[in-house]
């Protein structure tokens, strides 16, 4: 078994006292011994040997120790300074304070966007460092700006009866579909931590082939404005919706939904009872957009429903054109140990472009609404509405504003 450094430091320290004091016969198997104990590199460690506590004399009273873990510092200057730094948090804080590997995927399209509109003013050296910094490089810049902005659910959905045994289940390990159109559907509530009353909820569609996701906020979770929301909804996607899948909630499972997908011919499938994970795809936008910029208040006002709508068009667009996501490729168990392979970081917006079923004219028009977006712009207004919705919000039910 493999040493850790510190136990490393301790051997290093107990082999070096021998090996330099034996003889070259000896030597040879104090060096095989601590090869097998740390597992370096036969002839760095017979130099760690060498040079480790040696004593030199350079005076009569004074006596130098070597010490082989001490660095030298760095002669030449960092590449990524104070202006590259700057620029980087910018933009890192455009993007909602993305990860290194998401981060160092968008900012070869970003940086250019942002300069081109005159949000980003900084020299061509900084650019051009700032679009070749790489994804360790990034954490390790931002790590403490990333330690200060350092948070911490809940759900209430009533499984329904109604018409189950028409709509068959369906688990996140069925999902085989690279077409788009296949969306998993769910209802995120914004009641403040108390559940009396009428308070709104945020219907979320998730697209599983691209993670194209569209939201909208409804006044409570009764059938009538569900039902008008995912037409509202499906009238805004790019493509046509060929498949729906959602929760066992009575305003998902009723008469009027499973008659529409059968006249619409959408494949409408329901996931198991309380398994969350049947519903992944949308699971993680529950948090990734309805509770990272709508958050955890009460919310039971037409104006507040109207604000969260507000907010949602921008957050469609900055979430779906500008935030790069990763896809997990494969999951493999070797004993305890789980390793996960994902694709490269990308757009829903780049998804789709990607898929060979989206006709060309679909595409074109999307390349054209993309180049009138502003980046910048987008998240500004997504903060004023967040503004003027914690003007609204209320905290533990029917309390104060």
């Known amino acids: 078994m493999r040493l850790t450094m510190k136990a490393r430091k301790t051997v290093t320290k107990a082999f070096a006292t021998q090996y330099q004091r034996a003889c070259k016969g000896d030597k040879g198997l104090l060096l095989n011994q601590f090869l097998e104990s740390t597992g370096y590199n036969r002839h760095y460690a017979a130099w760690l040997l060498r040079h480790h506590g040696k004593r030199v004399a350079l005076g009569p009273n004074v006596v130098m120790e070597g010490d082989v873990r001490v660095r030298l510092a760095r002669s030449h200057p960092s590449v990524y300074d104070a202006e590259v730094l700057k620029a980087l948090k910018k933009v890192w804080e455009m993007m909602d304070y993305l990860c290194g590997k998401r981060l160092a995927a968008a900012l070869p399209k970003v940086v250019p966007h942002l300069a081109s509109l005159g949000e980003l003013r900084v020299k061509a050296s900084v650019r051009k460092r700032l679009v070749a910094v790489s994804a360790a490089t990034i954490d390790r810049l931002l790590k403490p700006e990333r330690d200060k902005h350092t948070l911490k659910s809940r759900a209430r959905t009533k499984p329904g009866t109604l018409l189950k045994h028409q709509v ?10 690279k077409q788009p159109g296949f969306f998993e ?29 569209e939201v909208a906020a409804v006044r409570n979770k009764a059938q009538k ?16 919706v060929l498949g729906l899948d959602s929760d066992n909630g009575g305003e998902f499972i009723n008469h009027h939904l499973v008659a529409y997908c ?11 009872p309380y398994r969350k994970n049947d519903t992944c795809y949308v699971e993680q936008k529950n948090w990734s957009i309805a509770r990272r910029y709508a958050g ?23 979430t779906n054109f500008f935030l790069p996501s990763m896809k997990l490729q494969e999951k493999v168990r070797e004993g305890a140990r789980v390793h996960k392979r994902h694709d490269k970081p990308k757009t829903p917006y780049e998804r789709v472009l ?48």
């Open 168 to 177: 068959p289940i369906r688990t996140f390990s069925d999902w085989q579909e």
């Open 185 to 213: 559907t769910d209802l995120v509530g914004h009641d403040g931590g108390c559940a009396e009353g009428d308070y709104c909820f945020t219907l979320c569609m998730t697209d599983v082939a691209t993670g194209w996701t």
């Open 225 to 240: 404005w569900v039902f008008e929301a995912l037409q509202a909804l499906r009238g805004r996607l790019p493509f046509p």
């Open 262 to 272: 059968k006249e619409q011919r959408i494949t409408f499938t329901r996931s198991r």
């Open 296 to 318: 955890y208040a009460r919310y039971d006002t037409p104006e507040a429903c109207a604000l969260l709508n507000e907010l949602y068009v921008a957050v469609r667009d900055y």
């Open 354 to 401: 990607e898929s060979p079923t989206v006709s060309p004219a679909v595409k074109k028009r999307l390349r054209c609404y993309y180049e009138g977006l502003n980046l910048a712009e987008l998240w500004r207004r997504i903060r004023r509405v967040q503004g003027e919705l914690g003007r609204v919000a209320r905290r533990g039910g029917g309390g104060k504003p």
